[in-house]
């Protein structure tokens, strides 16, 4: 684990452990006996990976559990990764690993209706439909980084503002990256509604348009956007990651709401031991470049791992810090016109997370 990792980890554990004083309290009160040894020796949650046992492991008989991703998605390596190295056996947990393919509506209903316990997906494609209602509740965030913006060297482009009067080439109008430029460019007085066009294609033809000049800029997120940055010699504009957005995460993890309210040891067991595989990510990106190879296509264990290392995958906030960067979230997504103007973001932040590392079940 880096020291900025350590850094970042201890700073979330002491912010969530104050949260927890009552008023008048003296002396910060330690959620879990993890939490606890985290803030005295920060490097505590590094060494799990070496221990005979998670530190999240569930009590009691082995849970079985389907968790749900995209398995070309680089952003989702450390499912792989948990599997393979042993974490989700290590806290009780046999898990099975299921490729989902379909939408984001179709994952969350799969999720929510017990056809699988957990999935990974992107924050900027997932608040809409929550927002609506989905019985899924959102326990950790898993990393930062991986949504790019490009367009051709010597364009103009430098930076979003310059987006106005142009055509955005995207993978969906629903896609998380559109959203996410679409809010910067929001932010800048660009309106990304009337001030930028959109034309979609399939990720693997979005170079292809920029090149025959159909669109002037696109976006879409990792492994494919860094293979088309190197290939095509593109000017990267942003990423998710640029300025005040640098600690932002954009990939997260959701648990069915029954498993919750039935099973929280289980809950806390797979965001935990999914958080383990994230930090071994983040400390091994060139053995973790080499256990997702087989899912990438026309690239290297090499290009990989460079990708891993421009990814935050050692910082993943859970509790207090993610209510936050969700309800950050849900009033900029109000900018793109994607949720609704009247709603409430802390209110739907705090319906659609839920803390299984703040406490210990009984």
Not at 53 to 58: D, M
Not at 60 to 82: D, E, H, M, Q
Not at 244 to 251: L, Q
Not at 264 to 270: F, G, K, T
Request: glycine share 10%; with cysteine; hydrophobic share 45%.
């Amino acid at each position: 684990m880096s020291p900025l990792s350590s850094r970042r980890a201890l700073l979330r554990a002491a912010g969530t452990a104050a949260l927890a004083l009552p008023a008048g309290a003296m002396a910060p009160q330690a959620t879990t006996p993890e939490l606890d040894a985290l803030l005295r020796d920060p490097r505590a949650i590094c060494r799990t990976a070496g221990t005979a046992g998670g530190a999240f492991a569930a009590p009691g008989p082995r849970r079985r559990l389907k968790l749900s991703f995209n398995a070309n998605a680089i952003c989702t390596v450390g499912a792989s990764v948990a599997v393979q190295r042993g974490f989700f056996e290590r806290n009780n947990l046999d898990v099975e690993l299921v490729n989902f393919g379909g939408s984001t509506d179709q994952l969350l209903e799969a999720i929510a209706t017990g056809k699988s316990d957990a999935g990974i997906g992107m924050a900027l494609r997932w608040l809409k439909p929550l927002e609506q209602g989905f019985d899924v509740r959102i326990t950790t965030a898993i990393h930062g980084g991986c949504m790019r913006l490009f367009a051709p060297k010597g364009s103009g482009i430098e930076s979003v503002a310059d987006l106005r009067g142009k055509v955005l080439g995207v993978t969906d109008m629903g896609a998380p990256d559109k959203n996410f430029f679409g809010i910067l460019a929001a932010r800048r007085g660009v309106d990304p509604v009337k001030d930028i066009a959109y034309r979609v294609f399939p990720g693997d033809l979005l170079g292809e348009a920029l090149k025959r000049g159909e669109v002037q800029a696109i976006t879409l997120g990792d492994p494919m956007a860094w293979i088309l940055r190197e290939r095509d010699d593109l000017h990267e504009v942003a990423n998710n990651l640029s300025g005040d957005y640098a600690d932002r995460t954009c990939c997260i993890l959701g648990i069915r709401g029954s498993l919750l309210r039935q099973d929280q040891a289980a809950a806390r067991a797979v965001t935990g031991a999914l958080l383990e595989a994230q930090d071994w990510v983040h400390a091994h990106p060139d053995e973790a470049a080499e256990i997702f190879l087989p899912n990438a296509r026309n690239t290297s264990a090499a290009q990989l791992a460079a990708m891993l290392r421009s990814h935050t995958h050692g910082d993943h906030p859970h509790g207090a810090v993610l209510r936050d960067q969700l309800a950050a979230y849900i009033e900029e997504l109000k900018l793109v016109q994607v949720i609704r103007p009247n709603t409430n973001p802390q209110r739907l932040a705090g319906r659609i997370a839920a803390d299984v590392l703040g406490e210990v079940p009984a």
